[in-house]
T-cell receptor, first 122, second 108 residues
Framework: EVQLVESGGGLVQPGGSLRLSCAAS????????MSWVRQAPGKGLEWVAN??????????VDSVKGRFTISRDNAKNSLCLQMNSLRVEDTAIYYC?????FGSGNNWFDPWGQGTLVTVSS | EIVLTQSPATLSLSPGERATLSCRAS??????LAWFQQKPGQAPRLLIY???NRATGIPARFSGSGSGTDFTLTISSLVPEDSAVYYC??????????FGQGTRLEIK
């Protein structure tokens, strides 16, 4: 069974740092792009970042560029998101998601982890 | 950035009725559009990919259509467990990958 389990969320002050992890199991982790998607309380979904299978390509939404860093360890089947200079508006549930390849060759988010809550507040 | 606009914001229907949810893109995304279902306290679940293909395990009452800028998710005969928020998402022109703001479907 494919499983994604996030950890590392918590309460942090504005300007602080947090490192999220996502443990993957049940599939060949090194064969897939992986993403982080977040959801502010009561709001919609926002893609944050993704990373290619070998880590050679990384992309970010503009609002986190220069502050967040996505990384992966294929030997440990692990995805990470290092979040620095956190802002109140970064408060959200952070989901990791596998980017599965489907018919067109395009990637779609499937499945998702259960999420980890990050709260940025003084 | 491609903006996805979903309508209506909220839909309230009875069991057995048909639901029609719309997603409009600010520019063509070809058929590179997906639909997700999110129930309270749960992670989103992939329903439809490439505009019209059902994901594994998704009931046949869910169908997707459209291409270019206009897309539709149809639920043919509603059951109570279809109550959820539904999101569309594109990755035709990225980054960024973008989502619509969601449609809340209530089953009376």
């Amino acid at each position: 069974e494919v499983q994604l389990v996030e950890s590392g969320g918590g309460l942090v002050q504005p300007g602080g740092s947090l490192r999220l992890s996502c443990a993957a199991s049940g599939f060949t982790f090194s064969s897939y792009w992986m993403s982080w998607v977040r959801q502010a309380p009561g709001k919609g979904l926002e893609w944050v970042a993704n990373i290619k299978q070998d880590g050679s390509e990384k992309y970010y939404v503009d609002s986190v560029k220069g502050r967040f860093t996505i990384s992966r360890d294929n030997a440990k089947n692990s995805l990470c998101l290092q979040m620095n200079s956190l802002r109140v508006e970064d408060t959200a549930i952070y989901y990791c998601a596998r980017e599965g390849q489907f018919g067109s060759g395009n990637n779609w988010f499937d499945p998702w982890g259960q999420g980890t809550l990050v709260t940025v507040s003084s | 950035e491609i903006v996805l606009t979903q309508s209506p914001a909220t839909l309230s229907l009875s069991p057995g009725e048909r639901a029609t949810l719309s997603c409009r893109a600010s520019q063509s995304v070809s058929s590179y559009l997906a639909w997700f279902q999110q129930k309270p306290g749960q992670a989103p679940r992939l329903l439809i990919y490439d505009a019209s293909n059902r994901a594994t395990g998704i009931p046949a009452r869910f169908s997707g259509s459209g291409s270019g800028t206009d897309f539709t998710l149809t639920i043919s005969s509603l059951v109570p467990e279809d109550s959820a928020v539904y999101y569309c998402q594109q990755r035709s022109n990225w980054p960024p990958i973008t989502f619509g703001q969601g449609t809340r479907l209530e089953i009376k």
